[in-house]
């Protein structure tokens, strides 16, 4: 893999085992070592004496250099560089041997043999990145998506080859540099033309995966060797986001109309003239950081005027509803929710408070404290358990406040224990934030929940026949008794608590619940979430693979063999196996600290961090 720009690998290095060790000490533990049965003759006791004696004598040698007032007042480095003079080598210096562990003790702290393992299924992830993106290329290059059993290409995102572009940043982590390439290539040719040509895109999935892709990699080829140029991505970012900016400026409040058609230079609203509330307030990560690298600030200042309107509209406990008029800037209807059309508004909240480092204690306070609240309603509103079993799962409130709880969780809602983990840390370690006395009453309970809700989403995994998870599940809850056949997997605990309707059945290839174990694995260092990533890593190999390229998502996740949808998402790319490669490789690539990831899992750096990145 080439080296990611500003990767932090090398920086913090601090390892005792690799230290340079004294002479003495390495005779004394050598005599003295228990673990070792030394047999030790007069003569060769002898011969030790007699080198000591050696090292000794050479020391005093060089003794009076060591008395002059400039080496008395020297620092460390000027006397190891100008006042010592090494003695002669007489003997080698012994290996720099790791320490030797029991194998309770090499299992706790990660042992080559398990290093070796995550790289080796780290590979197979690159492996099917290669498949699938060798699907998209023999049969739909230049599609929005790839058709893999059909083995064609489709156009739902607008016709501006969202894969490639999805799947652009992927290819520069993983070090890939001939799909980098070819990615690039078919960009600088073709993207400007198909923004001038196309017609009608969704503002939102078009910000998410193509801007952000854009974006992503005009970061992340600065400075590195990925056949990318960078002046290129951004010129075409602002070209693009001009466009998208109509959205804007035609409305008349604050929000933002859903559609924009590129060709035409004009923006309309949907057919029932709403925007989902997650739509209008997941565009502010990528408006952000094009204001940032362009020196425009009118991309930020349209974007950020969204959150700023919202924060002033009524809330249950921070909780709002899914649909938000572009005519009168209002809330419509009551439906509350994490699922569809509701869950980004939450993640960007928090993401974008991270984002903007020297602004988070002054103008951008709000988005912290509206965060604060929000997930305080949802401990208080949305929150339940389930029974026999007792899985801790996030419902809904379809008619508002005042109306029935239901124990519905759509997939889309595993990004919560992700958003929440970040959000208790600011991406630091749960260890060191704890060490750090960091974590407030909020961030235990909020920490706490997310990895219960990261059990419950891969419980929805391990639940199917498949061991792929449905696209929605119910839950039952006490006092109420949800009709509907379970998931086929007779060995899972859980097989009583979770409902599978039959149209809820389906697997689009979705991330939501591998980016949470990401996040948790990092936050929390528990090798668990390594081990549920690889478990559903080997499922989609089993299940959604194509041999004649590509991956395929699912109708029915409850039987074997599942019938299958015939469509690739771009996001398979972009995210899911993202998330899993980084998942099962080092902390260090893309630090949480330093980047913060969109909602499509493009990464961008943390503005106004005081080491550059």
């Known amino acids: 893999m080439s080296k990611l720009p500003y990767s932090t690998k090398d920086v913090h290095y601090d390892n005792d085992k690799f230290r340079h060790r004294s002479h003495f000490k390495v005779l004394s533990q050598s005599l003295t070592n228990s673990s070792t049965r030394i047999s030790c003759s007069l003569g060769k006791f002898l011969m030790l004496l007699l080198i000591s004696g050696v090292c000794l004598f050479l020391m005093n040698k060089s003794s009076p250099a060591l008395e002059t007032n400039s080496v008395q007042n020297a ?53 099917a990145f290669n ?17 893999p059993l059909s083995k064609r290409g489709t156009d739902g995102l607008g016709g501006l080859g969202a894969t490639i572009i999805d799947a652009l940043d992927t290819a520069m982590i993983m070090g890939e540099n001939d799909i980098v390439k070819e990615a690039s290539s078919w960009i600088e040719k073709n993207l400007v033309s198909r923004i001038n040509e196309r017609g009608q895109v969704n503002l939102f999935e078009t910000t998410i995966r193509v801007l952000g892709g854009l974006l992503s990699a005009y970061h992340l080829s600065i400075g590195g060797n990925n056949s990318t140029n960078p002046e290129m991505l951004l010129e075409i970012s602002k070209v693009l986001g001009d466009r998208l900016l109509l959205a804007f400026s035609s409305s008349s409040t604050p929000i933002p109309f859903s559609d924009v058609y590129l060709r035409d230079k004009v923006a309309r609203t949907a057919p029932d003239g709403l925007s989902s509330t997650s739509e209008v307030s997941t565009l502010q990560l990528e408006f952000n950081y094009l204001s940032e690298i362009s020196g425009d600030p009118k991309y930020y200042s349209q974007g950020m005027k969204v959150l700023e309107h919202m924060r002033s509209l009524p809330k249950v406990e921070g909780l709002v509803p899914i649909y938000i008029s572009p005519q009168s800037g209002q809330f419509s209807g009551e439906n509350i929710r994490l699922g569809s059309r509701g869950d980004s508004y939450y993640e960007y909240l928090i993401k974008i408070w991270i984002q903007q480092k020297n602004r ?37 409130l379809p008619y508002g406040s005042q109306g029935d709880f239901s124990p519905k969780m759509d997939h889309l809602v595993c990004f919560l224990p992700g958003t929440l983990a970040l959000g208790a840390t600011k991406g630091m370690t749960k260890k060191k934030a704890i060490e750090s006395n960091l974590l407030s009453n909020d961030d235990i309970e909020n920490l706490k929940l997310a990895e219960d809700l990261a059990k419950t989403c891969f419980e929805m995994y391990e639940v199917t026949s498949t061991g792929l998870a449905p696209e929605i599940a119910y839950f039952q809850i006490k006092g109420e008794n949800e009709n509907g056949p379970h998931g086929g997997n007779a060995s899972s605990e859980y097989l009583n608590d979770i409902v599978i309707k039959h149209l809820d059945r389906h697997n689009l290839l979705r991330p939501e619940t591998v980016e949470s174990l990401m996040y948790l694995h990092r936050i929390t260092e528990d090798p668990k979430y390594r081990e549920w990533g690889w478990q559903i890593f080997e499922a989609f190999e089993k299940y959604t693979k194509v041999e004649s390229g590509g991956y395929t998502s699912l109708d029915d996740v409850t039987s074997v063999p599942p019938p299958k949808r015939d469509k690739m998402e771009t996001f398979f790319l972009g995210e899911t196996l993202k998330y899993l490669y980084l998942l099962f490789g080092e902390n260090d690539v893309l630090p949480l600290d330093k980047y913060v990831f969109n909602t499509e899992a493009h990464p961008l750096p943390i503005i106004g961090l005081v080491d550059e990145i």
């Open 75 to 127: 620092t460390f480095t000027e006397f190891t560089e100008v006042a010592y003079q090494r003695p002669p080598r007489l003997w080698r210096r012994p290996p720099r041997l790791p320490p030797r562990l029991t194998p309770d003790e090499m299992h706790k702290k990660g042992s080559s043999l398990d290093d070796s393992k995550w790289v080796s299924r780290q590979q197979k992830v690159k492996e």
């Open 360 to 396: 988070r204690d002054t103008d951008l306070k709000y988005l912290y404290e509206m965060y604060t609240e929000a997930m305080r309603g949802v401990r208080h509103r949305l929150v339940r358990k389930s029974i026999p079993k007792g899985l801790v799962f996030v419902g809904e």
């Open 131 to 147: 498949h699938a993106w060798s699907g998209y290329k023999s049969f739909a290059m230049g599609f929005d998506e790839l058709m």
